[in-house]
Nanobody, 117 residues
């Protein structure tokens, strides 16, 4: 079994920064894609950033230049560094794991990010 636990959310002022962490436990996957999604009230869940086990990254246009996704394989943890935060970034952020060769997807419980003065 796999569990994904997000942390690092909270209240931050516009222009500020937060660093989200997603710690994975349970089964070990050598090949995978992981990502961060977010969902604001009344909106559909949106892909924010992805990273593969090979280190390839992709970002939504809305966060390019502001957010950085990275991983630490030794710690089984993926991070999302969020800089220059805007009120429109306010959402629940979810960690996502898509193991290669397995038709399962794993989701964390979500962590609230609120950008407000």
């Amino acid at each position: 079994q796999v569990q994904l636990v997000e942390s690092g959310g909270g209240l931050v002022q516009p222009g500020g920064s937060l660093r989200l962490s997603c710690a994975a436990s349970g089964s070990i996957f050598r090949n995978y894609a992981m990502g961060w999604y977010r969902q604001a009230p009344g909106k559909q869940r949106e892909l924010v950033a992805t990273i593969t086990s090979a280190g390839r990254t992709n970002y939504a246009d809305s966060v390019k230049g502001r957010f950085t996704i990275s991983g630490d394989d030794a710690k089984n943890t993926v991070y999302l560094q969020m800089n220059s935060l805007k009120p429109e970034d306010t959402a629940v952020y979810y960690c996502h794991l898509n193991p290669y060769y397995v038709r399962y997807e794993y989701w964390g419980q979500g962590t609230q990010v609120t950008v407000s003065s």
